[in-house]
């Protein structure tokens, strides 16, 4: 039987609640992180490997899913983000993990995890504003340079989610 993410909800939750609990605090727990992190790629890759041809231009887009998760989380650890900045990005990582948001992946499966890209993506470029670049692109593990992944996620985000919910994401992140 194929492990979805969505087993080990539970997990998540509490994972979620004690990143919000703990992102001011530098002590969010790197080996369920990780353990998340790895969830998220083979089940992308897998879906991939299944449906590349139905999925399309959001195939893309959701090989950049697990990347951005872990570099929000790597970025609410660093000494150089400000308190601010880590609440944010811990209400991102929060937002990746819970089961039920906007396009819940207990529903649709790995395609929910495209208005969690966007999220993370719009906190990114807030978060932008206040920390260096270099600090950013230090903590980047994926393939293509992150700020202009960052770019195309946003200019294609209508496109992936539609207006709606991108603007309904800007609303949460300006609370």
Same mark, same amino acid.
Request: cysteine-free.
């Given at each position: ?30 080996d ?23 999925? !399309?231009?959001? #195939?893309?887009?959701?090989? &950049? @899913?697990?990347? %951005?998760?872990? /570099?929000?989380?790597? *970025? ?10 880590k ?16 396009i819940?992946?207990?529903i649709? !499966?790995?395609? #929910?995890?495209?208005?969690? &890209? @966007?999220f993370? %993506?719009?906190? /990114?470029?807030?978060? *932008? ?11 980047w ?9 960052i ?10 989610? !539609? ?10 992140i300006?609370?």
């Amino acid at each position: 039987m194929d492990e979805t993410p969505f087993r080990g909800a539970a997990e998540d939750e509490d994972l979620a609640r004690e990143i919000a609990d703990n992102a001011e605090a530098d002590a969010l727990p790197r080996d369920r992180a990780s353990r998340f992190y790895d969830r998220i790629r083979n089940t992308t890759r897998r879906y991939l490997d299944r449906k590349s041809p139905v999925a !399309g231009k959001a #195939g893309e887009f959701l090989l &950049l @899913v697990p990347d %951005v998760f872990i /570099l929000l989380w790597r *970025l609410t650890t660093d000494a150089r983000v400000n308190s601010k900045d880590k609440v944010l990005l811990g209400s991102a990582v929060a937002y990746y993990i819970m089961p039920f948001d906007l396009i819940p992946e207990a529903i649709v !499966g790995p395609i #929910g995890y495209l208005d969690d &890209l @966007v999220f993370g %993506v719009l906190v /990114l470029s807030k978060v *932008l504003g206040s920390v260096d670049a270099a600090v950013v692109q230090e903590h980047w593990s994926g393939s293509e340079d992150i700020l202009v992944a960052i770019k195309r996620v946003l200019n294609a985000a209508e496109g992936l989610i !539609g207006t709606d919910l991108v603007s309904k994401i800007k609303k949460m992140i300006m609370k």
